[in-house]
């Protein structure tokens, strides 16, 4: 009771700020009818409780299992079992992964059903299961991360030349959706699990992180991919910028309890079948170690509903209808700085950087704080969002101009901080894109984007998550150099 009691006091001290600003924008620019301002506060009170309790089953149920799974592919010497189990865990997490069917819905719905939705869960659950196979051999083979990476992103922007914009929108907003709150704890302790074992400690630090970033790549190839022989040039969306107002306070919670519950048990389920699995033949863990994964699954499950259920019932539809007002403004400016801002603390309620930056001053027994890894992350998501309402506001600008420039920066950036870093900098950007990302900020992207004539709602709200996903890279390497320098600093004192 203690342990979630904190998380508690954690959670509402990062959710708070969010009310507080939509607050102060209700009595400002952007006045929010009764009821629906009534919703947006019945959420945030949602999302505090269902978000402490998903992080504290989190951690007495989904990293335990994470951590013997990774213990389980170094234990077992071979090469094939390392790849197959990996590719079917990532395969998996991903077909079930909320935040990936909640988008592959989106892109049918608005492509009138030219993809199908299962076309698109198959090709990136089956580009991530790749590429988790390949984030496990590196780590168990010694393979440099920047290698990996730098390949890997090679062969992305090869097939950029030939990608249409909406699938590439498409490819690097899957990405961060595949990274959502159940798929990152469970990846991440996993290659905690795997580093570990490993007997050097400091290749074990560096190599705890990065397996999130080189899973994520997989959904944009798997997309790229399709892009070759799916062409969408013919295709073109509709998609009505409607304002859903009910009529009583918990209706829209009741209306999205039963599908919410039902999509987050068949996310939940996978991993439950895969422990039932591993504890028959590989952990044989004591009853009382598998009796509280398991409730830790429970209370998960619990966590993980109650939040999305806030984030879509009560967030939604107060950040569409905000983003419309701002960007009715004459001043766009003042569109861009609400982004700016909205970015920097809408990052804070998302549940894998809890995990993530938890997971950071573990593993470097507190050498990198998670509160400066927060602060980092929050100005770099602050820049992604202003930015992407940059380029709602004004025409012309594409999702390539910041995409292209952005990632050749985060590679050469690689190649000049510390190891651990690099790591860190990629799984940051898959876990800043989580279901606070595709709820609120896309909705306000959404909103603004049906206030300006000029604008796309269909090509200019994809990319807003690509955006949010890619920031972090460049912010948290740039930390990584002023550790760098920081580090000489202090080794030249000492001499």
């Known amino acids: 009771m203690r342990v979630l009691l904190n998380k508690l006091k954690e959670v509402s001290s990062a959710v708070l ?38 992080l504290f089953g989190i ?15 170094v234990k077992s ?18 077909v079930a992964e909320p935040d990936l069917r909640v988008l592959a819905m989106q892109v049918s719905s608005v492509m009138g ?10 090709v990136v659950s089956v580009g991530t299961g790749v590429m988790l196979s390949l984030g496990v ?23 950029v030349i030939f990608a249409s914009s909406d699938m590439l929108a498409i490819g690097f907003d899957a990405s961060g959706a595949t990274t959502g709150a159940l798929t990152v704890p469970l990846v ?19 190599d705890s992180f990065g397996i999130v970033g080189i899973m994520s790549t997989g959904a944009i190839l798997g997309v790229l991919v399709l892009n070759l022989f799916v062409k969408t040039g013919s295709v073109t969306g509709a998609a ?31 991993l439950v079948l895969i422990l039932i699995l591993f504890q028959k033949f590989k952990f044989h863990l004591k009853a009382q170690v598998i009796g509280k994964i398991i409730q830790g699954f429970v209370y998960t ?60 001053e573990n593993v470097t027994s507190g050498y990198i704080k998670r509160k400066t890894v927060l602060l980092t992350l929050s100005i770099g998501v602050a820049f992604a969002v202003g930015l992407a309402m940059l380029r709602i506001a004004v025409p012309g600008i594409q999702l390539w101009h910041y995409l292209v420039p952005g990632f050749a920066i985060s590679l050469a950036l690689m190649f000049f901080v510390p190891n651990i870093f690099v790591g860190i900098a990629f799984d940051s950007g898959g876990v800043a894109s989580g279901p606070m990302t595709a709820t609120f900020v896309l909705a306000f992207a959404q909103g603004a984007s049906g206030a300006i004539e000029s604008s796309n709602i269909l090509q200019d709200s994809f990319g807003v998550i690509a955006m949010v996903a890619m920031t972090p890279l460049i912010a948290l390497q740039v930390l990584g150099v002023i550790y760098r320098l920081k580090s000489r600093k202090l080794k030249g004192g000492n001499a």
């Open 17 to 54: 700020p969010v009310v507080a600003l939509v607050v102060i924008l209700h009595f400002t620019l952007a006045p929010i009818p009764g009821l629906l301002l009534f919703q947006f506060l019945f959420g945030a009170l949602t999302i505090i409780l269902g978000l402490s309790i998903l």
């Open 188 to 206: 991440l302790a996993l290659s905690i699990g795997v580093a570990a074992l490993k007997k050097d400690s400091r290749s074990s630090e560096e």
């Open 77 to 94: 010497n071979r090469m094939w079992y390392v790849i197959i189990i990996g590719f079917l865990l990532g395969f998996f997490v991903n």
């Open 240 to 270: 009505a910028l409607q304002e859903a107002h009910s009529p009583s306070l918990f209706g829209p919670f009741l209306s999205e309890f039963p599908g919410i519950a039902l999509d987050s048990l068949i996310a939940l389920l996978p």
């Open 113 to 122: 059903g030219y993809i199908s939705v299962g076309v698109i869960l198959l």
């Open 137 to 159: 051999l590196r780590i168990v083979k010694g393979i440099p991360l920047r290698l990996v990476l730098a390949v890997t992103y090679g062969i992305i922007f090869l097939l």
């Open 301 to 360: 499950y619990i966590g993980l509903v109650l939040f999305l259920v806030g984030a879509n019932a009560g967030f939604m539809n107060v950040g569409k209808l905000i983003g419309h007002t701002l960007a009715s403004y004459d001043s766009k400016a003042i569109l861009v700085a609400s982004g700016f801002v909205l970015g920097m603390f809408v990052i804070l309620t998302e549940p894998a950087v809890y995990i993530l930056t938890q997971q950071i």
């Open 59 to 73: 951690e007495i149920g989904v990293l335990p299992f994470g951590n013997h799974m990774g213990a389980s592919f």
